[in-house]
């Protein structure tokens, strides 16, 4: 064997490392099965590099650059010609993407992500100096925001190092990232580190301001904030100091909405809202139909709060009395019916309003206290003036060999709850209020991410008995190793103050937390983690091209698919162009029956496969699950319905639904006639920017 002399060689960057042969022989295995070799083959050519290494830079640092021309070189040579070929494609993709990171600003990306996911850090997450320059890597932000979470330790006595490096790992691992304020505020100056809040509108002028300005505050931070308008007097109301009519519910709501036109413009992401409105509030029916234009309300999302009963009185055609919210006087009755049908045409023409069932979000917290709206996608039902902080696990990191590594999950459940809480500690909040109730309570909400991308690894079809109830499975040990870490986090630290006034205190002996586990839409996290598929949705589309920067356009495909084609020898660019034009593989005839039923997406899917699938998760989720139901363009009024019903029927706390074209304008995400096609920040789930987390 050839005695190796080459000990250094140079990176780009400039630096100078160890000379690894391995990695040689790693990229060589990849070329070798990308087309159906065997992998060890290149094996016997590694004497031959590092001789050839040797003798043309005996004494000197060859570059990556040069190492890698005589890999090729020696390929060839070998009549490995194949072999050659898609090793120098795969350079071929790895320069595009260092060119592209390059016109995002962003040159040293230790972690190696993806484009999408460097474009996102680049424009939201990074620190910069008071000229705009980034002066963080990726590496660096994670390693911030371990050190501002882990701080908080010291205040119990802990260990605070051995947590700091723990919580670098997970997020630097990609298996675990918390919600987008506390990745952008973490050690800055502006440390609101939320997600999610939930604000009182009170019925008079003044605090109908007040909680303005507050809402205000927290979108210049990026949260967003869910509001319940049913305490506000009708249209046409007297008012009594000026003898006067008040406006509505609905023009404070675009109020509201003008409000978040302005602050995002300074922000670091665009605003969300929630708007919710009781069913029985006299102006329910200009609330439910208020987006009817698309372009109305364009920064709020809308829901309906109803209760069994009235669900009940939908199947029955009874009669509701839409009450005066402040003396409860009849004003009027109105078919349960017919409101409940004005619901789901809206929906169906433009997605909004949603439904939250009111008897379900309300299940943890302390008797007496009412919960009656939720966080912008509806995941997250809070008190007034409560707020929670959100994280996701990437479940793409724990599939091994087709197996669930449960050991490595219960681990980084364990993490995440304790990060969650301490965020909690570590929080600069907007005012005293949510402060105090915030502390009171310590909820947290942590999830997932990457559901569709594990299914697949796993060889799961999503919309499959077998996905219902792995699903089922998965949630549950999720859950319930957060409530033991929430457990375990209340003898070290503490029951939240308000346990024994909780329905918990009957349950569980101690709890640091209300409630632990919610699952989100994750949107930029999602991008972040290597665009993994985002919460629990589908895939979306399978290959499509996305739009980068202005005038560049990528052509992606799913990893897993694309591993999976080329593993059964049918990959070509031909074949990807085919596919990015469709979406769906549905009507592809080349792709193999069991290869499309693993990766369906999302309107290959029936309704009521989404409906199911958001109700597995909702069974052991303490909070909520934001799920999407995507409808296809066709799909009919009584299609929407039939979710609707269904979803009420299996147990979810809220239901939205999506049909394509319904906000044309809107959607991040069109199917064209030359190929799907994909905003910057497009992660799958739901195809429009009304929750761009």
């Avoid at 640091?512 to 629990?536: E, F, K, Q």
Wanted: charged share 25%; aromatic share 8%.
């Amino acid at each position: 064997m050839f005695k190796r002399k080459i000990s250094k060689i140079v990176k780009r960057d400039g630096s100078v490392v160890d000379f690894n042969l391995n990695k040689i022989a790693s990229a060589m295995a990849k070329a070798a099965v990308s087309v159906h070799q065997n992998p060890n083959t290149g094996n016997k050519l590694l004497d031959k590099i590092e001789k050839e290494l040797f003798n043309k830079y005996k004494g000197k640092l060859p570059t990556v650059e040069n190492i890698q021309d005589i890999i090729e070189s020696v390929l060839i040579k070998n009549n490995y010609s194949k072999v050659a070929k898609a090793y120098i494609l795969y350079r071929e993709k790895r320069r595009e993407i260092r060119e592209t990171k390059n016109l995002v600003g962003v040159s040293n990306d230790e972690l190696k992500l993806n484009i999408n996911s460097v474009k996102i850090l680049h424009n939201r997450y990074l620190l910069r100096n008071h000229d705009g320059e980034i002066i963080e890597t990726p590496i660096q932000m994670f390693r911030r925001v371990a050190k501002v979470i882990a701080g908080v330790e010291r205040k119990y006595e802990k260990d605070e190092s051995y947590y700091e490096n723990e919580f670098f790992k997970i997020m630097s691992n990609l298996e675990f990232l918390p919600n987008s304020p506390c990745l952008m505020n973490a050690g800055t100056r502006l440390q609101q580190l939320s997600a999610c809040f939930v604000l009182e509108v009170p019925d008079s002028l003044n605090g109908i301001f007040d909680t303005l300005k507050t809402a205000a505050l927290i979108q210049k931070t990026g949260g967003g904030t869910g509001f319940s308008f049913s305490n506000l007097r009708h249209k046409g109301a007297i008012i009594d100091s000026t003898k006067g009519i008040t406006s509505g519910p609905v023009s404070f709501i675009e109020l509201y909405d003008k409000m978040t036109d302005v602050i995002k413009q300074g922000s670091k992401r665009r605003g969300a809202n929630m708007a919710v409105l009781r069913f029985d509030h006299p102006d329910i029916l200009e609330f439910i139909s208020c987006k009817r234009n698309s372009f109305s309300f364009e920064n709020f999302n809308i829901s309906v709060a109803v209760t069994d009963k009235f669900m009940d009185l939908v199947s029955s055609n009874g009669l509701i009395e839409l009450v005066d919210p402040r003396n409860c006087n009849v004003i009027k009755k109105v078919k349960a019916k017919f409101i409940f049908d004005e619901i789901i045409e809206n929906a169906w023409e433009n997605g909004d309003p949603g439904i939250i069932f009111l008897d379900r979000i309300n299940n943890l917290e302390s008797s007496g206290k009412i919960i009656s709206a939720t966080n912008p996608c509806g995941e997250q039902p809070l008190l007034n003036n409560e707020s929670c902080v959100l994280g996701s696990i990437n479940l793409v990191k724990f599939v091994k060999s087709k197996e669930v590594d449960w050991e490595k999950l219960k681990n980084v459940v364990h993490l995440g709850v304790r990060f969650l809480d301490n965020v909690i500690d570590a929080n600069d909040y907007v005012n005293n209020e949510i402060k105090e109730m915030s502390l009171n309570y310590r909820r947290i909400g942590l999830g997932v991410m990457g559901f569709a991308d594990m299914l697949i690894l796993l060889g799961i079809s999503y919309d499959s008995v077998k996905a219902l109830k792995f699903a089922e499975r998965l949630m549950k040990f999720i859950t319930k190793e957060a409530r033991s870490a929430s457990s375990k986090l209340a003898l070290e630290k503490g029951d939240f103050p308000k346990f024994n006034e909780s329905k918990l205190y009957k349950k569980y002996k101690h709890a640091r937390n209300v409630s632990v586990t919610t699952i989100a839409p994750t949107g930029t996290i999602s991008l972040i983690a290597d665009s993994v598929s985002s919460g629990i949705e589908p895939l979306f589309a399978v290959s499509y091209v996305r739009e980068i920067l202005e005038g560049t356009r990528l052509f992606e495909i799913n990893s897993l698919f694309e591993e999976t084609i080329r593993k059964r020898g049918i990959y070509s660019s031909e074949l990807i162009h085919k596919i990015s034009k469709l979406g769906s593989l549905h009507n592809i005839e080349e792709i193999p029956k069991d290869v499309k039923k693993l990766f369906v997406t999302a309107f290959d899917i029936k309704p009521e496969w989404h409906v199911k699938m958001q109700a597995a998760f909702q069974k052991y989720v303490e909070n909520g699950v934001s799920k999407t139901v995507n409808l296809s363009e066709n799909a009919t009024i009584e299609d929407v319905k039939k979710v609707y019903l269904l979803a009420h029927k299996l147990g979810c706390k809220g239901i939205t639904v999506f049909r394509y074209r319904c906000k044309d304008g809107k959607q991040v995400l069109y199917l064209h006639n030359d190929f799907v096609k994909v905003s910057s920040e497009y992660s799958g789930g739901h195809p429009c920017n009304d929750c761009l987390n």
